[in-house]
């Protein structure tokens, strides 16, 4: 039987996309006296010295600089209530779900919110943001006997994250479920039309790329208070130069803001046309009684 493929899935990256920081330098940092600039160009030297992946090197450090004060991952979801996010959110993902009509949600149309990161699991799933969002995708830790972080159990780059779209997409999201079963397209929950995903930069571009060539949508935000425009160069080069996303906006996700207008135009063009497809099934399934 087919899915009924009526859920709308957003898709954020989280640093720099729903936080002007990166998690680790705000909650993770202080709370253990780890000096940023030192701690990441030990993680750069890693990668550029050693040849490590740029997630496993800073995991790596990480683990390194806690030595014997490994904490457990309940520990750092208890850090992870003091992440800060870029304004309107987590007040956005109800409000999306608001935008429906009455006649969208009788088709059984919905809206479900996904993170998924190269940060730490653990954080996000203690911030306030978690209770708002269906699944969170982000690197792991396991524990030893006495429940301290003991080894990356697993590890999404910007590369891999594509595969959890993928699972998204399949609505395989145990890490259990092989995402490279096959699937026809009818029976996946959530088709490439019917996402969005939101990032910041070029380590989104792999998600990007799938999201053009699949039909779905894209947008990236640059933090308009930054001094030095940095982040919002990155953005015109993925949208001016690059075309890899059609549009590019300030992360502001209050209602009114541009971004905020671009996310609620994608929701309403996609519920519309969820809608007029099912009216198509409906009369494509119909057969006239005879006239007499």
């Known amino acids: 039987m087919a899915s009924s493929q009526t859920t709308i899935g957003i898709i954020y990256d989280y640093d720099q996309t729903l936080s002007p920081n990166y998690m680790q330098d705000e909650v993770l940092f202080p709370h253990f006296g780890i000096n940023p600039g030192q701690f990441w160009k030990k993680s750069r030297e890693l990668v550029d010295e050693e040849g490590y992946d740029g997630e496993l090197a800073y995991l790596k450090c990480l683990l390194d600089y806690l030595a014997m004060d490994r904490p457990t991952n309940e520990d750092l979801r208890g850090l992870g209530a003091n992440l800060k996010f870029y304004k309107g959110l987590p007040e956005i993902f109800d409000e999306l779900s608001g935008l429906l009509t009455d006649q969208q949600r009788m088709y059984g149309i ?95 571009v792999p998600c990007f790329t799938l999201m053009k060539k699949y039909g779905g949508h894209a947008l990236a935000v640059y933090n308009p208070d930054e001094a030095n425009r940095s982040s919002f160069r990155k953005c015109y080069q993925l949208s001016a130069l690059a075309e890899r996303v059609k549009h590019i906006a300030p992360a502001d996700y209050r209602p009114g803001s541009h971004l ?33």
């Open 260 to 292: 905020r207008l671009l996310l609620e135009e994608m929701v309403m063009e996609i519920a519309d046309g969820i809608v007029r497809r099912k009216r198509q099934e409906v009369e494509d399934g119909t057969v006239s009684a005879p006239h007499f």
């Open 110 to 204: 919905k809206v479900e919110h996904y993170i998924v990161s190269s940060g730490m699991k653990a954080l996000l799933d203690g911030s306030k943001l978690a209770p708002f969002v269906k699944r969170i995708f982000g690197c792991e830790f396991g524990e030893d006997k006495d429940g301290r972080i003991t080894f990356p159990k697993r590890v999404i780059s910007h590369t891999t994250k594509t595969q959890y779209i993928f699972r998204i997409n399949k609505g395989l999201l145990e890490p259990t479920d092989d995402v490279n079963d096959h699937m026809s397209p009818d029976l996946r929950p959530i088709p490439f039309q019917n996402m969005i995903y939101v990032g910041d930069g070029p380590t989104d």
